[in-house]
T-cell receptor, first 112, second 121 residues
Framework: DQQVKQNSPSLSVQEGRISILNCDYT??????FLWYKKYPAEGPTFLIS?????DKNEDGRFTVFLNKSAKHLSLHIVPSQPGDSAVYFCAARGFGNEKLTFGTGTRLTIIP | GAVVSQHPSWVICKSGTSVKIECRSL??????MFWYRQFPKQSLMLMAT?????????EQGVEKDKFLINHASLTLSTLTVTSAHPEDSSFYIC?????????????????FGSGTRLTVV
């Protein structure tokens, strides 16, 4: 069973506009969430994270929003740049557990 | 800071042979290392968690006799795919967690290697 899901396998956004990537989870024991960017044949690169006690975290062009009641988080990238084109994974960690559970990924394409 | 080196980046081997993949934390001590595999266009699936000096903990469905994990030091973990077959062809990625586990590193303690593309022919 997929505990972390990214229902959009792909997303295309015009350069300069906002990119919104979504992630849903089912396990209420997850207490920390992370977003990673990944290029083919490379390891994931950490972008931003959020604790379950917060509902928003911002770092430069990246903002992550967490809605615990809906078990939903989203990553906003604004303004989107061509270099943002990659596959984005959300990941979740359970309380007292070091393991990360990854979502299925969303391929973001920024159109110049 | 927080760099993980994974080697080799790609390897082609014949069916039935064994392949070793190394994962090193270069500038921090990693008490815990994680091994993932990723099939094309799919998610990263955790295979096992290894702690320095102890046996690895494997996820359900992962054959521990086929995927041998050794974590002999705080900076090195190895994954050996034994008697490899074409269905083992995949992208393998390691991740190392710093010993503080307190999120002091900018990656919140999870740093990934660059991955190894294994092709078994």
């Amino acid at each position: 069973d997929q505990q972390v899901k990214q229902n959009s396998p792909s997303l295309s956004v015009q350069e300069g506009r906002i990119s919104i990537l979504n992630c849903d989870y089912t396990n209420s024991m997850f207490d920390y969430f992370l977003w990673y960017k990944k290029y083919p044949a490379e390891g994931p690169t950490f972008l931003i994270s959020i604790s379950s006690i917060k509902d928003k975290n911002e770092d430069g062009r990246f903002t992550v929003f967490l809605n615990k009641s809906a078990k939903h988080l989203s990553l906003h990238i604004v303004p989107s740049q061509p270099g943002d084109s990659a596959v984005y994974f959300c990941a979740a960690r359970g309380f007292g557990n070091e393991k990360l559970t990854f979502g299925t990924g969303t391929r973001l394409t920024i159109i110049p | 800071g927080a760099v993980v080196s994974q080697h080799p980046s790609w390897v082609i081997c014949k069916s039935g042979t064994s392949v070793k993949i190394e994962c090193r934390s270069l500038d921090f001590q990693a008490t815990t290392m994680f091994w993932y595999r990723q099939f094309p266009k799919q998610s990263l699936m955790l295979m096992a968690t290894s702690n320095e000096g102890s046996k690895a903990t494997y996820e359900q469905g992962v054959e521990k006799d086929k995927f041998l994990i050794n974590h002999a030091s705080l900076t090195l973990s190895t994954l050996t795919v034994t008697s490899a077959h074409p269905e083992d062809s995949s992208f393998y990625i390691c991740s190392a967690r710093d010993s503080t586990g307190q999120g002091l590193s900018p990656t919140y303690g999870y740093t990934f290697g660059s991955g190894t593309r294994l092709t078994v022919v």
